[in-house]
């Protein structure tokens, strides 16, 4: 039976600083809050600054408006690609980090100054990006800044100091985890959630190495010092940063997942064996997946681009088909051993929609398998990929992921992390049950629009596709409903900055006194350690909900998948 | 969020077990689709490339263009060429144009060979929807048999500088 890590004795001495946090009896050091809550403001404030420049780019490809001239679209684009993808994602993750290694193991921070470097090398890197791209006009070249476009040396230097500093705290997380069992903050393995962000860690540390193997001769390059870059081996590297970052974010919105579902139903791993498992698939071949993006270049077999497009054997899309189901499947358990056992779907009907935390992890777990997950296995096929790449069904499959899925997620867990280490009573708390459902919705019609405009060719990153000619004119109404889904997306993203800001900016400090925001004043945390292996084997506790829902995700899968083999046959015939 | 127990490892139930085969062969099947494809299939990535140079292939297009040039364009003004079937076909790519236009003839064989004079591009044949990156240094081959006959569009689907959406080009297909 599970059990809180054990409170073993802080060691005594004048570095020590923490607090007993009330609700969940965990050791919160005090340097590790403040590198926590520095990490997740700038992670908002990046999500600010992209958070404008969507609204503006989706304006513009809304072509009932077509607001932005084509300089400052690119411009813009190129903003929203790095501070989305990059900026408000790895800050965040880096929160987590911090969070990860210290809170949940009931252990000090053992480097604080080396996190506070990190910090400080990320947000250079960060505000002197956004700084380049805004003022320096060659430095429109978007997110991947294919060679030979060539942006300022200081896009390339800005790069590596983000990176640099990531990676310095990606080495915090590790050291913290050693030195904590060194001093016996917890025994036996770490707790899932903390596995989780430590598969996050490990695939940051190749992904943010590739990126200097990208980012490095690219700088030199710009100042001259490099005379020849070949732009075929650049792509290669830098998808060797760029789609591994993705899993970075994936592994660690999925190590959310279970926390929030812990956090709001109290669930307990229905098998901890299966669960790590599923982490394991991710550390092994997620890594391969970089070749996505090389799958109509130039220059490379069919056998290199088959075995790395599907992980080996889609075996990392194995561990997200795992999670798919162990999630749901502990969720249902713990709610029907609470007494929500009718038919297949009570537990269901009877969980707590109205609690942020619960509603956001749903819609991240709905809208990232159903639309990021189908969609990006069905374009990373090896020949699907000729009918889809650079087409905006790209953009549509990693709105569904990183947007609908990651962006959701950790929206939803911030709503936690400002009562628990903020120490801020949690305001407009109205808005925030609405506020996943309103983002969800709004990035459902982002998705749909920009898939269904991709498949009628509509091209992304693409000032305006009219000049093209032969575009259907019911390319009108997809990119409208893409624009109008960006309305309600972006409403939904200024109701988390308003809350976020209102409870952190206002308000006395205050220690937090339950777990749920909205739905009840239980623990459901503490809860789940009275969940027995003997509780979740009762018959009337299996999870049979969860088996149906997976079933009728892998109908969709298999319908959305062959029909895209149906689509390449009408093609030219081509090889 | 809470240490596990001190030993995890049991053996998964019959639902994890159930879901968990279903999933893997599932995977499995994704897998065998692509070599299946690849044999069977009539749409395959073109993989044929050779090492070229922007000075090498603007000659070779240029050598295509005086061999086979029929027509010109009324409205761009850039030659249209029909070279015989069976033969190859050039486009070059640069800021901001396809050269030259094509005239192809449907249900023929065509090696159409793609490079870049400047900055990587896309290939974005619409309506048709075949899309392949053009990367400088790269001479890329796709051999093809247009299926349907008319006038196509080609897009520039890679960003490559301010004036990326004017880049767009243009191939004619004929009835035999």
Known sequence: MATLAPTTPWTAGAKDDYRACPVTTLKVD??????????????????????????????????????LPANWFYKLLTLHGIDMLVAWMVFFEMAGLHFGSTVLLNARHAAPKLGWLSFILMTVGGLLVNGVVLFDNASSVMFTAYVPLKAHPLFYLSYILFAVGALITVIIFFYNIVVAKREGRFTGSLPLVVFG?????????????EGAAAMVPAFLWSLGILKDLDPGIYRNFFWGFGHPAQQVNLAAMVAIWYALAQMTTGIRPLNEKFSRLAFILYLFFINLGSAHHLLVDPGLSF????????????????GSMMHAFSIPAAIEVAQRSKGYNKGLFDWLRNAPWGEPGFSSMVMSIILFGWIGGVTGVTIGTE????????????????????????????????YYVIPLIFRKELKLKAWAKLQP?????????????????????VARRHWDITFAGTVPGTVNITLAIFGIGALIATIGGIMYITIVLVSILTGPRLEASNMLLVTGTNNPLLESTKLTD?????????????????????????????TNWWLLGRVWFIR | ML???????????????????????????????????YY?????????????????????????????????????????????????????????????????????????HLSSMDLGHGFSLQPVNINLQVVPGYDYVATIVPTSSGDFTIVCNEFCDVGHHTMTGKIIVVDK
Not at chain 2, 47 to 60: F, I, L, M, N, V
Request: aromatic residues 12%; glycine residues 8%.
């Open chain 1, 30 to 67: 005090m340097h590790a809050e403040r590198l926590i809550i520095a990490n997740a403001v700038m992670a908002v404030v990046c999500l600010l600054l992209g958070g404008i420049a969507a609204l503006l780019i989706a304006l513009t490809r809304w072509q009932v408006f077509h607001l």
């Open chain 1, 197 to 209: 962000l430590m598969t996050a860690a490990i695939i940051a540390t190749y992904t943010l190495l």
């Open chain 1, 303 to 318: 056998a290199w681009k088959a075995v790395n497009t599907s992980y080996a054997m889609y075996l990392a899309v194995l």
């Open chain 1, 383 to 414: 020949q699907i990929n000729m009918i889809t790449h650079n087409t905006l069904r790209l953009p549509g499959h990693f709105h569904g992921t990183v947007v609908s899925g990651t962006t959701l997620a950790f929206m939803g867990f911030t």
């Open chain 1, 437 to 457: 459902y309103i983002f969800g919705a709004g990035m459902i019609l982002v998705s749909l629009g920009m898939i269904t405009s991709g498949l009628q060719g």
């Open chain 1, 534 to 562: 003997e509780i979740m084997e009762r018959p009337q506790n299996q999870p049979k909900g969860a088996l149906v829902l997976v079933f009728a995700f892998l109908v969709w899968f298999a319908v959305y998948y062959l």
């Open chain 2, 3 to 37: 240490a596990p127990e001190r030993n995890w490892w049991k053996p998964m139930g019959r639902m994890e077990k159930t879901w968990l085969t279903v999933a893997f062969v599932w995977c499995v099947f994704l897998t065998i689709m692509m070599p299946l494809w």
């Open chain 2, 40 to 112: 069977m299939g009539k749409n395959n990535v073109p993989t044929e490339t050779y090492r070229t140079t922007p000075a090498d292939y603007g000659t070779k297009v240029n050598d295509f263009v005086a061999q086979y040039q029929t027509d010109t364009d009324a409205a761009t003004g850039m030659p249209i060429v029909a070279a015989p079937p069976g033969s190859d076909v050039y486009i070059r790519a640069m800021k901001w144009q396809w050269f030259p236009v094509l005239q192809l003839v449907k249900g023929e064989t065509y090696r159409l």
